[in-house]
């Protein structure tokens, strides 16, 4: 998924750095933004800043560039915990240029009514558990709802996750030009 990413790029909830060295030679400048300090702390001991990376502690939310400054914004497994996925959603949206893409993988509400179900009574617990988690958040209807037209959705699983959280979705979508 992070193949298509290019030019300048913002992994959005970055958390460690998992994504760092999956980017390829096209994104030309990467941001990495988190807003949970510890997180943080470790991301910046695990990445060299210059060179074109830069890290900033922000909330997905509320991120400190101007309009149209990006050319790629990505999410990996962040749109579950952020407070707010549509306000994440319209951010992304500001901060990327015309015609920019939407990069994401993120688990979701399940299909199976009967995983739904357990997703939704284990939803608070959860929540506790997996650090602000929602595991139960219908992500693609989200995107879908938001300034974003989505090109391709993939549906899988996340290996050796627990159930509740296995159901996943990676895809792109591109801003409106």
Avoid: Y
């Amino acid at each position: 998924m992070l193949a298509q990413a290019r030019g300048r790029t913002i992994d959005l909830g970055a958390g460690t750095g998992v994504n760092v060295g999956l980017f390829p030679a096209a994104v030309t400048e990467l941001v990495l933004a988190e807003p949970d300090p510890h997180m943080l702390s470790k991301l910046r001991a695990k990445v060299s800043e210059g060179a074109g990376i830069e890290v900033v502690q922000a909330p997905a939310q509320s991120l400190p560039f101007p309009d149209a400054s990006f050319d790629t914004a990505v999410f990996t497994l962040v749109l579950c915990t952020v407070p707010d996925p549509e306000a994440a959603l319209a951010e992304a949206a500001r901060v990327l240029r015309p015609g920019g893409k939407l990069l994401f993988v993120e688990h979701i509400r399940a299909e199976e009514p009967g995983l739904a179900r357990w997703q939704d009574r284990l939803e608070k617990p959860w929540r506790f558990l997996g650090d602000g988690c929602h595991c139960n958040r219908d992500t693609v209807a989200t995107i879908e709802a938001s300034q974003f037209e989505i090109e391709r959705v993939e549906r899988g699983s996340l290996p050796k996750a627990v159930p509740i959280v296995r159901p996943l979705v990676r895809g792109s979508a591109t801003l409106a030009a």
